[in-house]
């Protein structure tokens, strides 16, 4: 692979709201240029979704072994998928970048998580596999999250800056970025789908609050944000980052379904607003991905606690529900290439880090 070379790169990313497997292709030379095509997400059925949430927290053992395997199966799946819907043959596609799934992330400890098999998705699909992404950022002092900046400088190289771009999943994260074209830094913003989802599961028999209804009808209890708001992590600098169950929602447990989805809908809203004082400069504009962009109860939360339009990313015509899957398909192409995945500025590492593994498909 060469410096200049377009690649044919395919991303799978398996987020922290445990919906399901996003899977996109990619264009790229890992650098600038950077075309994005065919996408598309296989969800999860519900009795997998539930052997996963069993094991996150976990670092290893029989169990995670099991549910691995099952993962790694379901991305090959969806990478049949995809190939099926875009018209390409295995054997066109380059490169596969393969996050797998977030399972424990401490990197205050050196520990971050993700599991997926690489070598066997090499195997299942006969296309060479880039994965683990994370624990070298980690182990050279890193937080390993968030690794989307790069991908979002590529994107956005043409857009008005300084300009935010939040990908709201489990975890909400903001990609900012200044006028010089160095100025990249990122960072966890706090909670995203991730409680209200637990909640409303819990509290409602839903698997997420769909356009924000159920908090559109609730009141926030203001005294429970302001405990919520209380946690270290809003004032600690960035870059910083999160596990998906860092912060304990039992403030909420008192209220009504719809209080409590008000509640941690505006905790996610207050968590990137009070992320403002961590950047260089306001945004001029705030660009939305991820699920949490179709809640419009959420959307206005932010809107309102940031005093701007926060728009959805599909208004420039990319994929919001696409981006963090094309951002592995790009940081794959980074990895062969040697080229930094992350930055001080993205994830606290000490100087410009790669990582990465790589598993070409066993030999016919």
């Not at 205050?108 to 195997?123: E, F, K, P, Y």
Request: net charge negative; aromatic share 6%; glycine share 12%.
């Amino acid at each position: 692979m060469s410096m200049t070379e377009m690649v044919l790169a395919l991303g799978l990313m398996s987020g922290t709201s445990l919906d399901g497997i996003d899977a996109a292709l990619v264009c790229t030379d890992g650098r600038e240029r950077v075309w994005t095509g065919v996408h598309l997400t296989l969800p999860y059925d519900d009795g997998f979704r539930d052997r996963l949430r069993a094991v996150l927290g976990r670092v290893g053992g029989a169990e995670v072994r099991a549910v691995e395997g099952e993962l790694t199966r379901l991305h090959a799946r969806a990478v049949a998928a995809l190939l099926d819907q875009a018209g390409v043959a295995p054997r066109d596609v380059d490169l596969i970048g393969f996050h797998g799934h977030t399972i424990h992330h401490a990197p205050h400890q050196g520990v971050t998580r993700q599991i997926g098999d690489g070598a066997l998705l090499a195997d299942l699909t006969g296309i060479p596999v880039v994965n683990d992404f994370r624990s070298a950022d980690v182990a050279a002092g890193g937080q390993g999250a968030p690794l989307v900046p790069l991908f979002h400088r590529a994107l956005a190289a043409r857009l008005p800056r300084p300009v935010a771009l939040l990908n709201i999943g489990g975890v909400a994260n903001v990609t900012w970025l200044g006028r010089d074209a160095d100025a990249v830094l990122g960072f966890d913003t706090g909670p995203g789908n991730a409680l209200i989802d637990d909640w409303v599961r819990a509290k409602a028999g839903l698997a997420y609050d769909d356009g924000g209804a159920l908090a559109a009808r609730g009141t926030v209890d203001m005294a429970v944000l302001d405990a919520l708001m209380a946690h270290p992590y809003f004032a600690a600098a960035a870059p910083k980052s999160l596990d998906r169950d860092a912060f304990n929602p039992a403030p909420v447990a008192h209220l009504s379904p719809a209080d409590g989805a008000a509640t941690l809908t505006h905790f996610t809203a207050a968590a990137v607003a009070a992320g403002l004082a961590h950047l260089p400069a306001a945004p001029r504009t705030w660009l939305a991905c991820g699920g949490g962009r179709h809640n419009a109860t959420l959307m206005r939360a932010l809107s309102d606690r940031l005093g701007v339009s926060v728009d959805s990313v599909d208004d420039l015509g990319w994929s919001g529900d696409a981006l963090e899957a094309q951002a592995f398909g790009y940081l794959a192409v980074r990895s062969r290439l040697g080229l930094p995945l992350s930055l001080p500025g993205t994830t606290g590492v000490p100087a410009p880090q790669t990582g990465g593994q790589f598993h070409p498909p066993p030999r016919v």
